[in-house]
């Protein structure tokens, strides 16, 4: 762990992780566990959120009870794959704005192409989580980055499953203001920008497309 970058190395994150890295897990499973783990990671990201006190009564006495501060939140997703983070950090976060980045990997260049954005409209006032499981090459990631602080995003975090250690370096050239959380930091990247050991494309996982 570093100032920028931390691994939630919980036994439940480390056991569901393995589960879907293994080939043979099928889609619904697959889908499931990040789901699972969404919420394992997003404990770990909204940790700093500030806190505030309110007066309320209990059954027993009146009390100053811890609360958020009331900084809002904006969650944004990098379609497709970000959607499976997407949908239990909701359960978590049911207030959150939402936004999309759609970009995808020139299979030559490995370079991000822009194909759709659509962020909510205060991103200056929020803390701002981008979602999205595979941080590869990081280009994709510092691309969408690069829109949100354009759109005015100020407090930005990045939530992926995996990181490349290349990914990791990458954001920190582009984004070192960035703190990334991820639940392992992989070994390297292949030819084709897959991480490895990986869990292969984690689109194709998630929705059965391969
Ligand atoms: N995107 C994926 O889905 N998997 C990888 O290994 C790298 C990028």
């Not at 959607?83 to 999309?100: K, S």
């Amino acid at each position: 762990m570093t100032d920028h970058l931390t691994i939630v190395t919980h036994p439940l994150v480390q056991h569901k992780l393995s589960l879907m890295r293994a080939k043979d897990t099928p889609t619904p499973a697959f889908r499931q566990l990040l789901r699972e783990i969404s919420l394992l990671l997003a404990y770990e990201i909204t940790r700093e959120l500030p806190m505030t006190t309110r007066p309320i009564d209990t059954p027993l006495c009146p009390m100053d009870a811890p609360v958020l501060a009331g900084r809002k939140l904006a969650l944004v997703s990098i379609l497709r794959a970000g959607n499976g983070l997407l949908d239990g950090m909701l359960d978590l976060l049911p207030e959150a704005r939402v936004g999309f980045v759609g970009l995808y990997r020139d299979p030559e260049t490995l370079r991000p192409v822009q194909y759709y954005c659509k962020l909510p409209e205060d991103l200056g006032e929020r803390v701002t989580i981008v979602v999205d499981p595979m941080l590869a090459t990081g280009n994709s990631s510092a691309a969408a980055i690069d829109l949100l602080k354009a759109a005015g995003a100020r407090d930005i975090r990045f939530m992926c499953l995996l990181a490349a250690p290349e990914g990791v370096a990458r954001m920190h050239e582009a984004h070192a203001d960035v703190l990334i959380v991820t639940a392992a930091l992989d070994d390297h990247l292949n030819d084709h920008g897959y991480i490895v050991p990986g869990l292969g494309d984690a689109g194709d996982r998630m929705y059965g497309t391969k």
